[in-house]
């Protein structure tokens, strides 16, 4: 098992200008963001400009908010706020002609753009057209933004649900554009999984480079650039104020640039044996179970990813303490793994061999399949029974990040990537680094686990932050997962609140995933991979779906009291029980018959049964 710390190559692209006539893209990255409701906008947008972001981007649903435009533009120049705004526009041609006279950006959704998503490509072309040519008169940007779960049917016939269909969604747009010889726009590709949003920009710079084009890429989910050096503009959705996304913001800029300079003069890494775009995890050997053996070896890693703890010789005087921080679930004092226990602790100094106290809590991690690993000096000094010996390999690690795409070269041994913080780091700067170094990796199927070490940061930080980031690369499921996005001005509900009262109601559901979306624009579209999905349907209501179907007579106060997932959980922890045996690759809890079978049973069921309950609560005012 290799351990080190696991760099990976950066090198940011070089893509023609596609600025508003404020900055250039080729000098650093911009940062944008979305505003929360329209009747403040004029404050928000102030707001937002003075912690420093460079775009400001607002929802304009119709008409009459196209009008207003034109007074929140003026007010904001009087008021010497040049800050270039961008209109976000959805199933409304005639909205984005008329916002292009006086924004400085439009961004459409190729999915949304028109209603009737049967439309041959000759009538889009005369339905866009107009608007590229206002652009171009009025010297506008256009932002061309492909949504994974808005895709059109006739994008779905011909490519299916998948990173290619987004790619060819956005560049029948781009040919348009490149015809009427209108060069001023910037391609974004949004997912709320993370993997098809990796595989969805590699794609579309590899098309581009094909066809010799150079436009810049706008990031809409951070996880896609971290380690590339793809994109020119970020954006990160958070379910806050619009102004608190700013900071996350500059932090990952910081980091990109940071490696982008520490790169300059080396090397570039070429892929050879893997499709970039949809390449599978890394095939590693994890441990095999012999006959006869008395230690069970397979419990050193996880199948789904392994998250791996550093301890001292002071934690282990605090036995049930140490305990709780390794996420073991206690009994009558004696530790127990969970679902999200950690898999194995690093002692880098074992207790002396007459500290009974100490090696009877460590015999007991052992008792319960956690592995102990420690340095072969230690182990030979002051032997531990059935420890596992960590070898110094780093000679090995010096070019890690080359030898593991390479399938070829017969390396299969396990990777643990391994991180230490300095002394009085932040966080967030903590949470983000992992992300950006770890992430990029894990996301792309390098690694089989996780070792975060900071020596004044509390284990129960570091444990959560290494189970989310397994989870947010697709690999490890320990609790509940959620999407939501980060309000606008279509939002129909208070969605900061909603959300926090859902999750309070449903987050002891592992393995689920739980949409939260604001309204019916984004919800079906950006929850594509959701089992469950609550969306904004008219104002005071909010919609259930199971997948993509839509559940009948389920209002605000039978999902909030959390009714619909709790009569549903035997589905979700048998599934569960069932995925556990499964190989490495974690298969979806619902199936898409399993989902329309649910919803089903669900719109029986509100006939049946819950009919008179829900009636009762909503007459109570829930």
């Known amino acids: 098992m290799a351990m080190g710390a696991m760099p990976a190559s950066f090198s940011a692209i070089s893509s023609r200008d596609s600025s508003l006539g404020f900055v250039r893209s080729s000098d650093f990255v911009r940062l944008s963001d979305l505003k929360k409701r329209t009747q403040y906008v004029r404050t928000k947008v102030m707001k937002i400009a003075d912690k420093g972001t460079d775009i400001v981007r607002i929802t304009v649903q119709g008409k009459k908010e196209a009008d207003a435009c034109f007074e929140i533009k003026n007010s904001l120049v009087q008021k010497n706020y040049n800050i270039p ?45 107009p608007l590229v040519e206002k652009c171009k008169k009025y010297g506008r940007a256009l932002r061309i933004g492909t949504n994974h ?30 015809k009427l010889d209108f060069h001023k726009f910037i391609f974004s590709m949004k997912a709320s999984n993370p993997v098809v949003m990796v595989q969805a920009y590699r794609l579309l710079l590899s098309e581009m480079y094909l066809q010799g ?3 810049p890429l706008h990031l809409g989910v951070t996880e896609a650039g971290g380690e590339d050096g793809l994109g020119d503009t970020i954006r990160v959705s958070l379910t806050e104020p619009p102004e608190e996304e700013i900071d996350p913001c500059r932090r990952l800029a910081s980091l990109g640039m940071r490696a982008s300079e520490l ?122 029974p059935n420890a596992m010996v960590l070898v110094n390999l780093k000679e090995l690690s010096t070019g890690d990040h080359k030898i593991l795409p390479q399938a070829d070269n017969s390396l299969n041994f396990p990777v643990i990537h391994h991180i230490q913080f300095p002394s009085g780091i932040h966080r967030d700067d903590l949470v983000i680094g992992a992300g950006a170094n770890a992430g990029a990796l894990l996301v792309d199927g390098l690694g089989d686990g996780l070792l975060l070490e900071a020596k004044d940061k509390d284990f129960d930080f570091l444990t959560n932050t290494s189970f989310n980031l397994l989870q947010g690369c697709r690999m490890r499921n320990t609790k509940t997962e959620y999407v939501s996005c980060p309000s606008c001005g279509r939002t129909l509900f208070d969605l900061q609140e909603i959300s926090a009262e859902i999750r309070e109601k449903t987050s002891h559901f592992p393995g689920v995933s739980i949409a939260i979306m604001g309204c019916i624009v984004n919800g079906p579209g950006e929850m594509a991979d959701a089992d469950f999905g609550y969306v904004g349907g008219v104002p005071g209501k909010i919609d259930l779906y199971v997948g993509k179907e839509r559940l009948r007579g389920a209002t605000l106060g039978a999902i909030l009291t959390g009714i619909v997932l709790l009569e549903q959980r035997k589905y979700i922890h ?24 649910l919803a089903h049973s669900w719109n029986k069921a509100v006939d049946e049964t819950f009919g008179p309950l829900i009636k009762s609560l909503s007459s109570r005012g829930w």
Request: aromatic share 8%; glycine share 4%; hydrophobic share 35%.
């Open 149 to 178: 779960g808005s895709l059109s049917d006739r994008i779905m016939s011909y490519y299916g649900d998948s990173p290619r269909g987004m790619v060819e969604s956005a560049f029948e747009f781009a040919r348009i554009c490149r």
């Open 263 to 384: 790169q300059k003069g080396v090397a570039p890494f070429e892929e050879k044996n893997r499709r970039y775009f949809d390449f599978q995890r890394r095939s590693g050997q994890l441990p095999v179970q012999k006959e006869g053996e008395e230690v069970d070896y397979r419990g050193i890693l996880h199948r789904d990813g392994s998250v791996l703890m550093s301890v001292s010789l002071a934690q282990l005087k605090k036995p049930e303490l140490l305990y709780k921080s390794l996420a073991a679930k206690l009994i009558v004092g004696m530790p127990f793994k969970d679902l999200a226990t950690v898999d194995s602790i690093l002692l880098r100094e074992l207790p002396q061999v007459d500290d009974n106290n100490a090696r009877l809590a460590l015999k007991r991690l052992i008792d319960t399949s956690m592995r102990i690993i420690t340095p072969l000096s230690e182990q030979l000094a002051k032997p531990l």
């Open 574 to 597: 048998s599934s569960i029980s069932n995925s556990q045996s499964h190989s490495q690759v974690r298969e979806p809890i619902f199936g898409k018959k399993t989902r329309s079978e």
């Open 85 to 129: 705004l961008v209109a976000d526009i959805h199933f409304a041609p005639s909205v984005a002609l008329r916002v292009a006279e006086c924004f400085d950006k439009i961004r459409v959704n190729p999915g949304n753009f028109e209603e009737d998503y049967q439309k041959e490509l000759e009538h889009i072309e005369q339905v866009f057209t």
């Open 213 to 215: 084009w150079d436009y």
